[in-house]
Structures are given as C-alpha cells and as structure tokens.
C-alpha cells in the first residue's frame, strides 16, 4: 500500500503572512459549517491535506497553529464554541430544585423510551480516545448506547465495571460492541486485549459479538486516509506498516459509519415510534406538574 504521508519539511515552515493565516481561518470555519462538532483533532487532520491552498504541516507544531486559530476564531465570535467537541475536561454538578413540580419538569425532558425493548441485541460503543468519544457522544445518546472511551489499553477495573453493569441486568440478550481506534501497532492490539478482558468478565451466558468499525486497512485507501511510517522501534504488530489516528477520518463519515451500523440491530421505525411514545409521555408528566403546582399553591 503506498503512503499517502509527507514529511513536514515539504511544507513552510516560515511565519504565515496576514493573508495566509485569513486563508488557513477560512479553511477552518468551512470545515464546521459543513460538519460539526468536531474536536480540534479532526480539524488539524483535515487541515493537513496538501491539496488545500494553506495547508499545515502534520506534527506538534502544526497541531499546536491549528489549535491556536481555533482558540482565535471562537474568541472572536466567529465560530460557535458548541461546533467544538471535547470530552477531556467535564465538571461535575449537584442539582437541587425548588420543589417537586420543579423537579418533574426537569425529569421530563429527560425521558427516552427503551429503543431496545425489542431489539435482538444490546449495543455498545467503546473509543479509543475521549476525542473520538466526543465527537458521536451525541450520535450514541440517541440511539441510547452506552459510549466508553477507554483511554487506549483500558484498565482492568474499568473493563470489569463496564462488564458487571451488565451481568446485574437480567437481560441476557447477545452484546454487540462496536470499536473505534487508532490503525497502528499499538492501535490494532487495544480492541484484541479490550475483547479478550470483557469476555472473561462478562457471564458466560452471554453472547459477545466484537467489531472494529474504525480504523482499518481498507478505510485507509477508502478514504484517502493520511499516513505516516511505523516506528522502527516499535516490535509489535510487524504486519503493520504504518499508523493512521482514527482522528483522521472525518468526522462526518465517522458518525455515518456508526449510526449506520448500530441503526441495523434495531427494529424498524424503532427511532420514530421511541419519538411518538417520548412526547406522550412527556405531555403525561407535564400533567403532573401541574397537579403539584395546584397541590403546593393551596
């Protein structure tokens, strides 16, 4: 296969004119108004390309430009910061409330009717990185999946949580798990070692299907994916001649690829009803608060 990657010293490495970082800005606020949200990774990736008229250089440094563009263009308004993905930093929260009816209309919007109820299989997404985690959050939350992003070889005390939140259910239908990482020595090896650990912790009676969806060989030439040489130092996988970050692939077939996948182990229509049942339930609930409301005024 030959590599598509190309070595930082073919690019400038001379300051950027006014003009040439306006170009580099407009390439940047073009690739999130078509998709977003990506995460800054993403967007360093698509930034590589040499066929665009400002391309950057695929290192640190290039990470490091891209990164700073960014911060500049949501600072100066001219990018939303909701088009930005980024799982890495999450505060936690108390929530308190001011009475009961308070309290169920909040809940309310918060309903979602089971789409699995009558699927064969239960679904979960594991990612290799948060930044990949970050950008089908919201793909996994309405299709109602369970996202965990592992953080490359996933410890064995969050492996083995994951696994006995499911042996405590009572539903023992088969588990299909869909992965995403890195295609890199390393890379390859994390879903074979993340498998391996999850079916010696998960009950023997169920069914365990496992699959990389993201990245592999054939994605590479697919789509145009840029690669780089393995290093010589690194002894492992020896059939893996290069390494392509699932960062890579952009965003948007990314989720495609997900959603189409997990959108096949569901019933049909399964995401339209779920929405029918979700808004009268809704509305039931709404009822209630208005009972509380009258309940607490008298």
Known sequence: ????????????????????????????????????PQSVRHIFYRMTDPRLPEPVEKSDRG?????????????????????????SRRGHFVSTFDDASDFVKRMAGLYRSDLWRDADYRCEVWAESRSIASVILNDCNQLAVDLYPCGG???????????????????????QVFYIGDYDAAGVLIDVS???????????????????????ADQVDEYDLPTKPRKESDKRSQ??????????MPANILRGIL???????????????????????????????????GELSD
């Open 153 to 175: 070889f996933s410890s064995l005390s969050f492996i083995h949580e994951a696994a006995e939140s499911l042996n405590r259910s009572k539903n023992n239908r088969p588990l």
């Open 1 to 36: 296969m030959t590599s598509k990657f190309y070595r930082a010293s073919t690019l400038k490495r001379t300051r950027r004119t006014d003009a040439q970082i306006d170009q580099l800005d407009q390439q940047i606020i073009s690739v999130l108004e078509q998709d977003h």
């Open 259 to 293: 959603r189409s996948k997990v959108e096949n182990l569901l019933p049909h229509n399964a995401l339209e009803v779920a929405k029918v049942a979700e808004k009268a339930e809704r509305n039931h609930l709404m009822y209630m608060v208005d009972f509380l409301r």
């Open 194 to 216: 993340l498998k391996r650990e999850l079916r010696a912790h998960l009950k023997n009676d169920i069914e365990l299907h496992f699959e990389r969806i993201g990245i592999n």
């Open 63 to 87: 990470y490091r430009h891209v990164q700073d563009r960014c911060v500049k263009l949501r600072r100066a308004g001219k990018i939303p910061y909701n088009w930005f993905a980024d799982l």
């Open 239 to 248: 059939h893996i001649n290069f390494s392509v970050e699932a960062e890579s």
